[in-house]
């Protein structure tokens, strides 16, 4: 079943009307927070910054129209350190979702493409995003380099190791080179397993019902306890735990 005609208006008017709103937004969020860091009042920057992103990240989902659900928010790190956010990756909205109602201050292993979407990447460099260029070894291996400098600085990343949205809505294959950055930096591990994100946007098909994004922070796994076998099955053990939640999450009513 094609998205209809009224239901791609209405998803670009929404997008359209966000995108007007961020545009000045960002730069009225960035020029507050440059007076705040020359007022060296460095963690009153950070704070509204990232209350700034949690904002406009729950602007475009509430604009789309979407419902969001969070269940295991007792798994959420209650104190800094060196963390690794793993999920599966439907729809570009996982990124934003994470962000607004995680309260997760993180990063993104993103495509190199984004790096030259306006006002966009202003945000992404302010996260600690790295970018990875598609097909290119050595562009990897700088992504991946930075990323592990990111949390060993107490930056949060995060990476989904489908390297690409699935568009059928399934959990695919992880790929096994994507969880080195959570083991080269003994990072512990957040899993994280959404549903619904493609439903709002790119493959919606109505304007109602009201899609119903459901998120699972998943329990925590420490990379620095587990046995040379458990790092070797990690991708498998990590694809398995986020599929089966997945499922579960869809067969709620």
């Given at each position: 079943m094609k998205r209809s005609?009224?239901?791609?208006?209405?998803v670009y008017i929404a997008v359209a009307f966000w995108v007007i709103l961020f545009i000045?937004?960002?730069i009225i969020t960035f020029v507050i927070y440059g007076v705040l860091r020359l007022l060296f009042l460095k963690k009153a920057a950070d704070g509204f910054m990232w209350a700034s992103a949690r904002m406009w990240s729950r602007l475009i989902t509430k604009v789309l129209g979407a419902?969001?659900?969070v269940y295991g928010k007792e798994n959420l790190p209650k104190a800094d350190g060196h963390y690794c956010i793993v999920g599966n990756h439907e729809s570009y909205l996982d990124i934003t979702n994470i962000l607004g109602y995680c309260k997760l201050r993180t990063g993104f292993v993103a495509k190199k493409e984004l790096q030259a979407v306006p006002f966009l990447n202003i945000w992404m460099v302010a996260f600690g995003c790295t970018f990875i260029k598609r097909g290119g070894i050595k562009?990897?291996?700088?992504?991946?380099?930075?990323a592990v400098k990111n949390i060993q600085k107490g930056v949060q990343m995060v990476i989904f190791p489908e390297g690409h949205r699935a568009k059928?809505?399934?959990v695919e294959t992880f790929k096994p080179g994507s969880l080195k950055l959570a083991l080269r930096s003994k990072a512990t591990i957040i899993p994280i397993a959404a549903t619904g994100t493609r439903s709002v946007f790119e493959g919606r098909k109505r304007i109602t019902?009201?899609?119903?994004?459901r998120i699972s922070v998943l329990p925590?796994?420490?990379?620095n306890t587990l046995t040379k076998e458990e790092k070797d099955n990690l991708s498998q053990t990590l694809?398995?735990?986020i599929k089966d939640e997945v499922s579960r999450l869809k067969a709620i009513k």
């Amino acid at each position: 079943m094609k998205r209809s005609f009224l239901c791609s208006l209405y998803v670009y008017i929404a997008v359209a009307f966000w995108v007007i709103l961020f545009i000045p937004g960002t730069i009225i969020t960035f020029v507050i927070y440059g007076v705040l860091r020359l007022l060296f009042l460095k963690k009153a920057a950070d704070g509204f910054m990232w209350a700034s992103a949690r904002m406009w990240s729950r602007l475009i989902t509430k604009v789309l129209g979407a419902k969001v659900t969070v269940y295991g928010k007792e798994n959420l790190p209650k104190a800094d350190g060196h963390y690794c956010i793993v999920g599966n990756h439907e729809s570009y909205l996982d990124i934003t979702n994470i962000l607004g109602y995680c309260k997760l201050r993180t990063g993104f292993v993103a495509k190199k493409e984004l790096q030259a979407v306006p006002f966009l990447n202003i945000w992404m460099v302010a996260f600690g995003c790295t970018f990875i260029k598609r097909g290119g070894i050595k562009s990897s291996i700088d992504a991946i380099n930075n990323a592990v400098k990111n949390i060993q600085k107490g930056v949060q990343m995060v990476i989904f190791p489908e390297g690409h949205r699935a568009k059928n809505g399934e959990v695919e294959t992880f790929k096994p080179g994507s969880l080195k950055l959570a083991l080269r930096s003994k990072a512990t591990i957040i899993p994280i397993a959404a549903t619904g994100t493609r439903s709002v946007f790119e493959g919606r098909k109505r304007i109602t019902p009201r899609p119903h994004i459901r998120i699972s922070v998943l329990p925590i796994i420490d990379v620095n306890t587990l046995t040379k076998e458990e790092k070797d099955n990690l991708s498998q053990t990590l694809e398995n735990m986020i599929k089966d939640e997945v499922s579960r999450l869809k067969a709620i009513k």
